[in-house]
């Protein structure tokens, strides 16, 4: 095991300056020295990358498939993909290196098999008896394009249509083409002047396997004999056709058309169908032919054995429901049900109880795939119900504008949100189980707790349980509950700052292990929960308005020397509700003379009563207003800590710290203020300040008239405006600087406050300096779309700086601190890191007494935006922020005393002049590990010169930690800590949308994900333990079943031939009869998954004892049927010849008139 040395040797520098600190400040990256200090025990073997699985549905599916025995769903995209679902659970990705659009799927059905044609003209076998598929054997054809596919159950042989209306043949053992070929010129009539266009359908009667029923789109259908190779009937339609479909005894087939009609023919009688029905069409009532309606896409024609067949059917509505959503219709008897669908219809399927086309189908459900959505219909009960859908299906349900992942959360966690998310079911599902039910579930060795949190465009954020490779959802949030609904778009605020979505969630901070939940929106809003299992009611939603605007530019700074009247602020002293009287009417924001909105929040706090169910509850609400009639930027870095009862929010104006025990504001600083200790000061819980014109007049509590008076929102009243300063609470002083935002001028004015009043739960929106010629530095940006706002700012850079990252630790907050205390360290996107010290009261006068803060001036300065911060000790440990265990807000006080209880920081306290904690930062361009309190450099590692880093997070890795880091170029790397050494760097995958970049999240453990599309989550791991046990963890798509029983002939059908008439395919399309295909109509490439196939039978569907068992198979049934039917001869023989013996005796004696 390498030891590695993070002590300095300053080569060539003097002694005394480095030796007060045992840790290096320049030391380069994985350089071993004396005496070293950490111990790193990652190395490189530990990692290795590749995906796991992908949840969500389907991106752009175009097809679909179902095996009736495997009892397994395939779906086909249009960018390739496939997907493939069995029981809750069981879900696997495959792709088409091509990315072609995936045309038709068909199941080699109970043989673990799939044959997939695409849009560039290419099929491909996949064999599904592994648990990462693999295409065995593809075909392109190059003359002719592909347009439909058949494969009759229990054959080997696939029928092609193609675009010039010819029907090619393909052995799928070999993936071959036969030298049969079915000619569109021989299968039409010769009288036909026209080509009837591309082959649409193909199916081989249910009863007579050499009768091949074609349909081409120009409405012919074709009959055609495979053995005589000639066409046996043809049945013209004037209307193009779109499916066609069989009655299981083969007398009968449907036709859909474009015109929405059904016709229905016997196969027979070719020259008019036995029947015409529209089954949507207006019916004329003098006998004329109905109106014409939309085209029927798709029918199926199922028959049951105990009542009338169900037909249903895709399409067909008439022309005049303009603006109706896509329906699907069930006709069963007498009875037509209409069932409106939420999204267009891209496929439908009826499952059936039995595989074999000849015999009564009975269906049971339809499974209706939808462009956003997929719906199984329950056949069996009355009204048509749903199931419910067990597949994480949801994930798109509103866009997703955030995720977060969080890997070996606290065990009681996932059955706590579960608890809570089961009330939230929806009722009137099915009573059914999931029909879907192939497959096993995988067994892994995983057993840590995993949740994904995604917020989305509507304000919902939803928790997922994420171990052992699955996905369920657990508990559904709405936060935008908390505000009233504008119920027309002309009741629109004109307030709002984006667009759309007004609710939509920009970032999170989650704290497990407390439940504390902090939600910042793109409308500037900050939304703290707490997690109770009790429902409560909340009269008034606490709310709390914060002011913040735009800082002077340095450019725009006026000479120092010059006469300037500084804009002085007006404030406030906190009071209790009980000391002010409520005014006479509702407050409003403040407008300037030329009506500029001024201390406006972009969204309205509803005012009714709140019901909030057991699960996450409304704590306090925070809005950022207008300013002067700027609108308040959005939110980019957002946390929330529960031992210090503290969230800290920035964005490009600067950051504010609220005390969300007391309900309080205690900072609203600017970024030049975070650059500025140089007057160390104990910045007070106080209310920063509003614009005011520079006389510098405070605030007279009896100018109630005055339209720009300071508002404030109590958390025990609703929507009122309270003045909570006289002019005898009021103080100038001149020894303190405006806490919050600088002013040109040296002359500084603040306001000092009443202190220790316990009740003091009011508080000012927040206000700041501004001069009059104080440019707008608010760069308007309604791209909520992004979960951090460094990941954007190497791609989009504004010109300001803004907050980046949080991270609230217990540290020596300046160099001569010998003991360790709260601190919250600050990033910013120009690479800056600031210190900022917090003095919490003892644990009994938390309540009571306000959080001091004192900003300590720049620790580190960095190339880019700051990412990720994070603390370790003097082992390499890594230095969790402080937490408060959950308890219940809604508990009694006993059971709150019980469970509250902050966990004990144990951070060791500095000898004098000894370094015993390792900062570690990272940015979108390098990382450094500084030692404390001394505050030296220690490392430094360069991550990408020509790219930038968009995620990165300290996470637990084999027992350590390392930095992993995601760069735009596609790369992921990891770290060591604290050497930063590299230990990883793939290129997995390039930047191709910003929704990766918003999404991409690491976790603990070798975790990652990311959002691969609008509606799927990919997961991949870095951790080479997991790619190992990979294998084992995935769940099985084949399982070994039986099929199905053939069904029972009867007696007479086998005596008398009427049976289904079975065909040698082998002897009619093999090479010794037909002959070979030509070898430039397509060519055939070896699959990559071939010599996995190869290797056995049991792995494999097309290897030589595969071969061996399939035809062993047809041999024995074809025996058994032999054998079958003599047996029935035999015995009908039998039966005959006693009956003829019987006759004899009984006329043998009679005369010819006795008969």
Not at 15 to 34: H, V
Not at 38 to 48: G, K, M, N
Not at 182 to 205: F, Q, R
Request: proline fraction near 7%; glycine fraction near 8%; hydrophobic fraction near 35%.
């Amino acid at each position: 095991m390498k030891k590695f040395n993070i002590r300095k040797v300053l080569d060539g520098l003097t002694a005394a300056s480095s030796s007060s600190s045992p840790f290096s400040a320049s030391a380069q990256p994985g350089t071993p020295r004396e005496n070293d200090v950490v111990q790193e025990t990652l190395q490189t073997e530990h990692f290795l990358l590749c995906k796991t699985v992908r949840h969500g549905f389907p991106y752009q599916p175009s097809s679909m498939a179902f095996d009736p025995v495997q009892k397994i769903l395939a779906i086909g995209t249009q960018t390739g993909a496939l997907r493939l679902f069995g029981r809750a659970g069981v879900e696997c990705y495959c792709q088409h290196e091509s990315g072609a659009a995936i045309i038709q799927l068909q199941f080699l059905i109970n043989e673990g098999a799939l044959v997939s044609a695409l849009a560039d003209d290419s099929i491909h076998l996949w064999n599904l008896r592994q648990k990462i598929p693999a295409i065995l054997h593809s075909l392109k054809f190059n003359r002719e394009r592909i347009t439909y596919c058949h494969l009759p159950f229990q054959s080997k042989w696939l029928y092609i249509g193609t675009e010039r209306g010819n029907i090619h043949i393909v052995n799928v053992e070999s993936f071959t083409l036969s030298g049969y070929v079915i000619m569109w010129n021989k299968a039409i009539e010769l009288s036909t002047k026209t080509h009837p266009g591309p082959v649409v359908h193909i199916s081989d009667n249910p009863m007579d396997e050499g009768k091949l029923l074609i349909g081409f789109e120009c409405g012919v259908v074709v009959l055609w004999d495979l053995k005589s190779k000639k066409a046996d009937c043809r049945y013209n339609y004037d209307e193009a056709i779109h499916s066609v479909a069989w009655h299981h005894e083969g007398k009968q087939f449907v036709c859909s058309h474009s015109d929405g009609t059904l016709t229905t023919w016997n196969i027979r009688a070719p020259a008019k169908p036995a029947q015409i029905m529209t089954p949507h069409g207006k019916q004329p009532k003098d006998g004329k032919k109905p109106e014409p309606c939309k085209p029927i896409l798709k029918v199926e024609y199922k028959t049951t054995r105990a009542g009338d067949p169900f037909m249903v059917l895709s399409g067909g509505l008439s022309y005049d429901t303009v603006g109706r959503r896509a329906c699907l219709t069930v006709m069963h008897g007498k009875s037509t049900a209409v069932l409106e669908m939420d999204f267009p219809i891209v496929d439908f399927l009826t499952l059936c109880e039995t595989p074999y086309p000849n015999d009564f189908q009975e269906p049971y459900a339809v499974v209706v795939l939808l462009e956003k959505d997929l719906v199984v219909i329950d056949l069996g009960q009355i009204g048509y119900p749903i199931f419910e859908s067990p597949y994480p299906l949801s994930i798109h349900e509103s866009p997703v504008t955030c995720v977060e992942y969080f890997a070996d959360c606290p065990s009681e966690l996932i059955p706590a949100l579960y608890s809570v998310g089961t009330r939230q079911k929806r009722q009137g599902y099915s009573k059914k189980e999931w029909p879907i039910s192939g497959g096993n579930w995988g067994q892994g060795t995983q057993s840590y707790p995993e949740i994904i949190i995604t917020g989305h465009a509507d304000g919902t954020i939803k928790f997922w349980d994420a171990s052992a490779l699955m996905l369920q959802v657990l508990y559904k949030l709405k936060t935008a509950k908390v505000f009233e609904r504008a119920r027309s778009k002309e009741e629109k605020p004109s307030t709002d700052i984006v667009d759309e979505d007004p609710f939509a969630i920009q970032t999170l901070s989650w704290c497990p292990e407390s439940r504390m939940l902090c939600v910042a929106g793109v409308s500037a809003h900050v939304i703290i929960y707490r997690f109770s299992k009790q429902e409560i009611t909340t009269e008034v939603v606490q709310l709390l308005e914060v002011r913040m605007q735009c800082e002077f530019s340095e450019v725009d700074s006026p000479d120092p020397g010059g006469e300037q009247t500084p804009t002085l602020p007006s404030s406030g002293a906190s009071s209790s509700p009980q000391e002010s009287e409520p005014p006479t009417q509702q407050s409003t924001g403040s407008n300037s003379s030329d009506g500029a909105r001024d201390n406006i929040p972009c969204l309205q706090v509803r005012s009714s009563p709140l019901k909030q169910s057991p699960g996450y509850q409304v704590e306090l609400v925070i809005q950022l207003v207008w300013v002067s009639g700027e609108p308040p930027q959005q939110i980019t870095s957002l946390s929330v800590n529960s031992s210090y009862g503290l969230v800290v929010l920035g964005n490009g104006n600067g950051l504010a710290v609220v005390d969300y025990l007391q309900k309080t504001l205690l900072l609203n600083m600017g970024m030049s203020e975070l650059y500025s200790p140089s007057d160390p000061y104990q910045r007070q819980p106080r209310s920063p300040r509003k614009t005011r014109q520079p006389s510098g007049a405070l605030c007279d509590s009896s100018d109630g008239a005055n339209p720009s008076e300071e508002r404030c929102k109590s958390p025990n009243s609703a929507k009122m405006s309270r003045k909570l300063s006289s002019p005898g609470e009021q103080k100038p002083d001149q020894e303190d600087r405006v806490p919050g935002w600088r002013c040109l001028a040296s002359k500084k004015r603040v306001i000092s406050e009443k202190q220790g009043r316990p009740t003091a739960t009011m508080s000012l929106k927040g206000g700041m300096c501004r001069s009059k010629s104080a440019p707008n530095c608010y760069a308007k940006d309604n791209s909520f779309t992004r979960s951090r706002s460094s990941s954007v700012t190497s791609i989009d850079r504004e010109s300001g700086e803004a907050i980046s990252a949080f991270y609230f630790c217990e540290s020596f907050p300046r160099k001569a601190d010998v003991l360790v205390s709260p601190c919250l360290l600050v990033g910013t996107t120009q690479g800056s890191v600031m210190m900022v010290a917090l003095s919490l009261p003892p644990g009994d006068q938390r309540l009571q007494q306000p959080v001091g803060i004192a900003s300590c001036g720049t620790l580190v300065s960095l190339k880019g935006g700051i990412l990720t911060m994070s603390l370790l000790d003097a082992a390499g440990a890594l230095l969790a922020p402080s937490y408060e265990t959950w308890y219940d807000p809604n508990a009694s006080d006993e059971e709150k005393e019980k469970s509250r209880r902050r966990r004990p920081a144990s951070p060791p306290s500095s000898q004098e002049g000894q370094d015993t904690q390792l900062a570690v930062l990272c940015s979108e361009k390098q990382a450094k590990v500084v030692a404390l309190p001394s505050q030296t450099r220690i490392y430094k590692h360069n991550i990408t010169e020509v790219s930038f880093v968009l995620r990165a997070d300290v996470v637990q890795m084999a027992g350590t930690n390392c930095i992993a880091c995601f760069c735009a170029n596609g790369h992921i790397m990891t770290l060591s800590l604290p050497s930063l050494r590299p230990l990883l760097d793939v290129n997995y995958l390039p930047l191709t949308d910003m929704r990766i970049a918003r999404t991409f999240c690491f976790s603990n453990l070798g975790q990652a994900l990311y959002l691969t599309s609008p509606t799927e989550i990919q997961r991949i791991t870095y951790s080479q333990e997991t790619c190992d046990n990979l294998q084992e963890m995935l769940s099985e798509l084949f399982t070994p079943v039986e099929t199905p029983e053939a069904p029972n002939r009867g007696f007479f059908k086998g005596l008398f031939g009427g049976g289904a008439q079975s065909l040698d395919r082998e002897d009619l399309f093999g090479e010794t009869t037909a002959g070979k295909a030509s070898r430039s109509l397509a060519q055939h490439i070896p699959g990559p998954g071939s010599m996995e196939g190869m290797k056995g039978a049991a792995s494999g569907v097309v290897g030589d004892l595969a071969r061996a068992r399939i035809a062993l198979d047809e041999r024995g049934q074809k025996l058994g049927e032999l054998e079958e039917r003599t047996a029935a001869m035999m015995a009908s023989a039998e039966s005959f010849s006693k009956h003829a013996h019987n006759t004899m005796v009984k006329y043998k004696d009679k005369k010819w008139y006795q008969l």
